[in-house]
């Protein structure tokens, strides 16, 4: 260990070098506390009955990855039945249900609880300085009505299955679908609510529980991204509980709110469904631009740039994200009016969406940017979801739109958002937050391998989507013109590479519990109070109350530890900067 | 863990939770996190209230029909319940926030009582409506009835446009002279109404008997002396908040379904 500048007494006389660093050492000054949340109590029971938010984190974890792994089986099967312009292993109504299931498993089961369920539920309370959320019994029931919920959904889907498209459009599902579209609709309807209450515990908790000196202006802003997801998810899902209710009246009853030939107007349902799950897409998306920010500037050693426009514009799409969901409806008959109005609104979510994005680049322009595993995915995240997002414009014009509405155009640019933008984001989250969950360090090579395998295989599956879609292929069919059939094979081909890239983490971050070196209080060397926890962190999180006297990007300060413990850091003095 | 003077109360849990700082902070985050539940509630109800709304703009002579065909007596007993039972609820606050104990046991038994007889009234009510067989569904049924060149013919409608029919002839002369301009597909389409009736009505009951839960959990804590330290009567105003969104609803509901008049464009000219 060199040790080129001796450590100063007092911060006065501490003479300042602004050298920029390359990588940030991993020291483990103190070694991981002997009590900590993992091992203070031990036993089904003190996990079930817990109300620690950072075990309820871990509680949200592991079956979120079992739902992941189902809803990747359920897209393996669909894109291995379209190696073939005729199917290759599917009849056609297993194909229906194979693709509903992919659809609805990951989008209501993983994407909308996945962030918020544990790196919210972890993270949020830590990054404010408080001991545990607003109402911690609250959290641990919304975990159970989530898994209540989920488990009824999966239950639908293995005794019968479902084949309406994660969509549940009437008339066929309420009147011809002969699948199990009301238990369906009942899981739809429980997880919401466990969603609603996450949401609405993380606003009272960044509301109520900031610790001293913790102002508006000074949260990180991955909370600020979580608070806007929690305003979106109280806000919309009411309503889609709602929606899902009066369509299993119908299904009941036999009675017409939706189906036209009772009197209903199938557009309602639409409307309806649409004022949730456009947000929803927000749901999924914000919180993985939140951790954007953290690991962005963490391995740039450099503040963000812009923090109010980037905190802001949180916010502006949660506003923005409420007023296009008729993009959905440009084809099925609303008027024609009514769509002009919601194209041009559409084009407004751009707006905040491209704040970031140019934020963020700004924010790696003269940083020291290092290329760990999280940086990497990072990375990804930016250029995909960037992709993903102008392709979206080609959509929200109503001219456009109309080309390649329902093509495998759509499918591309929502995977681009959803898959290129939030699974690389929840990678990226886990990746840099691992070490604090668990206390132990990864294999640095193996991640980054797969990093850079998810991207290629990522791209391989869905470039050629946008291609084929734009070319006419429709989404959903099972059958295609043979001309097709090579842009489908890419796409498996991409599809198996990506499958592969999704199961090492599943390999090496367990590992990493038994095999892994102690990562120590703060492995990255980030600003953030959750870093200046001990690893794993303690029941309370804090030994004492926090007092917060600066933003959460001061990566030009010299922080705590380097006071401290400058003998332990190849530093100069400074961290990085200027 | 909480140091503060009075963070151990006379109860057997502190009073300020281990992972507030002081009763302030839990106070406040307790009446907010209310706050944002409500906020959820006006949007779940708002998505059903959307609906009804989008479906009366169509069918306005159908969703009088509805309308008269209800009991508006036993909703006009119900409203004056309801808000009763919001002024009682009220004095509860004040008896804790006094630490009265008596007052507060007197308060929330009240507020329970009048909970319960509305819901008495309003199963009542079902019961009316169930009886008069003003229940949507597809079964069906033929009658006599005339096509367009004035040939008797036997038409094939749904069980309830029949018991529709029957309840507003026998009615009263209003609900008569609605029934006779309907047709039969009029009619039938009237289930539309009943379904949102039952479920928005169903929703609202099944909010009533949570809170009435609650209340009866209230009324136990406050006898077993839960709220002596009267730093705990937050706990009897959120409650009281639940309790007047409830009432809320109901005040929303009464003239939505029960004086459904006919309001719309064509009925103007």
Redesign the interface.
């Known amino acids: 260990m060199a040790t080129t500048h001796a450590p100063a007494t007092t911060p006065t006389t501490l003479e300042l070098d602004y050298t920029p660093q390359t990588a940030p050492p991993v020291v483990d000054v103190d070694g991981p506390p002997k009590v900590h949340y993992l091992n203070h109590s031990f036993g089904w029971l003190s996990w079930l009955l817990t109300v620690d938010h950072k075990r309820i984190g871990i509680l949200y974890l592991i079956p979120l990855t079992i739902f992941f792994m189902c809803g990747g089986i359920a897209a393996g099967l669909v894109r291995l039945n379209l190696i073939q312009p005729y199917g290759a292993i599917l009849e056609l109504d297993q194909y229906n249900k194979a693709f509903t299931a992919h659809g609805t498993i990951m989008l209501f089961l993983f994407l909308i609880p996945v962030i918020p369920g544990v790196l919210g539920n972890f993270f949020v309370p830590m990054m404010i300085g ?7 019994k ?1 959290n641990l029931a919304s975990w159970y009505v989530w898994m209540g919920g989920a488990m009824f959904f999966i239950a639908a889907l293995l005794f019968g299955g479902l084949d309406t498209g994660w969509t549940f459009y009437p008339p066929y599902s309420s009147k011809y679908s002969h699948t199990n579209v009301i238990w369906a609709g009942l899981g739809v309807f429980i997880t919401g609510f466990s969603s ?1 209450l996450t949401g ?2 993380i ?2 908790t960044v ?3 900031r610790a001293p000196g913790m102002t508006w202006g000074r949260l990180p802003l991955f909370v600020w991204a979580m608070y806007a997801t929690s305003v979106i998810q ?6 889609l ?3 899902v ?2 369509l299993a ?2 299904r009941i ?5 939706f189906d036209p030939s ?4 199938p557009l ?1 349902f639409q409307h ?1 469904f649409w ?1 949730y799950s456009h947000p929803a897409v927000y749901i999924m998306i914000l919180p993985g631009m939140g951790v954007i920010n953290e690991v962005i500037t963490c391995f740039s050693r450099k503040n963000i740039f812009g923090y109010k426009a980037v905190a802001w514009s949180s916010v502006g799409i949660a506003v923005v994200g409420f007023l296009v969901w008729g993009h959905h409806m440009f084809l099925s008959g609303q008027g024609v009016y009514l769509g002009m109005v919601f194209s041009v609104l559409t084009m407004l979510v751009a707006i905040p969406s491209a704040v970031k994005v140019f934020n963020w680049t700004a924010t790696f322009y003269g940083g020291q940017i290092t290329f760990e595993a999280p940086m990497l995915f990072t990375i990804g995240f930016i250029v995909l979801f960037t992709i993903g997002g102008l392709t979206g414009l080609f959509l929200g014009i109503l001219g456009t739109d109309i080309h390649l509405h329902d093509t495998y155009f759509v499918i591309a640019h929502f995977h681009f958002t959803m898959v290129g933008g939030m699974m690389f984001a929840w990678q990226a989250g886990l990746h840099f937050y691992w070490p604090k969950m668990t206390g132990k360090m990864y294999s640095d090579f193996w991640s980054r391998l797969a990093a850079v395998i998810m991207l290629v295989g990522f791209s391989l599956t869905f470039l050629p989507q946008f291609v084929a879609g734009y070319h006419g292929l429709p989404r959903r069919y099972p059958y295609y013109p043979v001309e097709f059939q090579m842009m489908n094979i890419l796409s498996t081909a991409g599809a198996t590479i990506q499958g592969f890239g999704y199961l090492m983490p599943a390999v090496y971050l367990p590992l990493s519990l038994f095999f892994g070196r102690n990562a120590g209080a703060n492995p990255w060397r980030a600003t953030g109070l959750e870093w200046q926890t001990p690893s794993p962190p303690t029941m ?1 999180n804090f030994e004492e ?1 926090p007092i917060v006297t600066h933003g959460p990007y001061e990566y030009a300060l010299p922080s705590k530890f380097t006071l401290e413990d400058g003998h332990a850091h190849e530093t100069k003095g400074g961290n990085g900067g200027h | 863990m909480a140091t503060n003077a009075h963070a151990e109360g006379e109860g057997r849990q502190p009073i300020v939770a281990h992972h507030f700082n002081n009763i302030r902070q839990q106070q406040a985050s307790v009446r907010f996190g209310m706050w944002v539940f409500l906020v959820t509630e006006v949007l779940f109800f708002g998505g059903v209230l959307c609906a009804y709304a989008a479906c009366r703009i169509w069918y306005p002579k159908e969703f009088e029909a509805g309308s008269t065909a209800l009991n508006p007596f036993i909703a006009s007993i119900n409203t004056f319940l309801l808000l009763s039972s919001s002024f009682t609820i009220t004095l509860a606050i004040r008896a804790a926030y006094k630490g009265q104990r008596d007052g507060l046991r007197l308060w929330l038994a009240s507020t329970i009582v009048l909970g319960t007889v509305f819901l008495g009234f309003k199963a009542k009510e079902y019961y009316g409506d169930y009886e008069e067989g003003l229940i949507p569904g597809p079964q069906k049924t033929l009658v006599d009835d005339v096509d367009a060149t004035g040939k008797p013919v036997l038409r094939e409608v749904s069980v309830f446009a029949v018991n529709l029919k029957h309840v507003l002839e026998h009615k009263n002369a209003k609900a008569k002279a609605i029934s006779d301009k309907m047709t039969w597909n009029e009619r039938d389409r009237t289930q539309m109404f009943f379904v949102f009736y039952y479920s928005i009505t169903g929703l609202h009951v099944i909010h009533m008997i949570v809170g009435l839960g609650l209340l009866v959990w209230q009324l136990i804590l406050a006898q077993i002396g839960f709220f002596e330290p009267t730093e705990r009567h937050v706990y009897i105003e959120v409650m009281s908040l639940y309790w007047h969104f409830v009432d809320l609803v109901w005040i929303f509901l009464f003239p939505l379904l029960y004086m459904a008049g006919h309001h719309s464009m064509d009925g103007a000219f």
């Open positions: 408080a001991k545990d959320m607003a109402f911690p609250l609603i609405l515990n606003i009272a509301h109520k529980m109280i806000l919309a899902t009411p309503v509980a709602m929606a209710c009066l009246t119908e009853f036999g009675v017409g709110i009772l009197g209903g107007d309602l309806l004022y309370h109350l």
